[in-house]
């Protein structure tokens, strides 16, 4: 059984990064650092940010393996399909996904976020489990939080 954190605690410890003074990339890996720390299923943490006008991701901070995937197209994998759409991606199985990019054998599930301004994807939230089903709706809550939060960072 998969035990859930305190989701309202790990809100306010990312709330003191998002508004302690420093660059933008460094609170960011902060984030991804209390994220991975603080959540056992959370083995992959991190950040896509999108270059105004592109329509694609670029890999930004992030903690756990190297992933070959540093530009993601808008509707390509879980995290293209998520920005093209603007909405949340909660996948209980990556092996039974078509169109999933994968950046390790190991990874079970994922939860994409998007981080929005004015209609816009700005960037993305992605996190991958090595556990199958991990994420629930505790987690989109609170990473949808999380995304407003960090938005004003972008």
Known sequence: MIRRPDYASLLDRAQEVISS????DVRLKMICKL????????NWVGFYLTEPGLPELVLGPYVGSP???????????????????K?????????????????????????????VRANRVIGEIDIDSHLPSAFGEEDRRFLEELSGRVEPLL
């Open 21 to 24: 003074p420093g660059r933008t």
């Open 67 to 85: 992933t070959d995937h540093i530009r993601i197209a808008f509707g390509q994998g879980i995290c293209g399909q998520a920005a093209d759409l």
């Open 87 to 115: 909405r949340t991606f909660l996948i209980d199985d990556v092996t039974l996904e078509t169109n999933y990019l994968a950046c390790s054998p190991l990874v079970r599930s994922e939860i994409v976020v998007p981080v």
């Open 35 to 42: 994220l991975a720390s603080a959540i056992e299923y959370y």
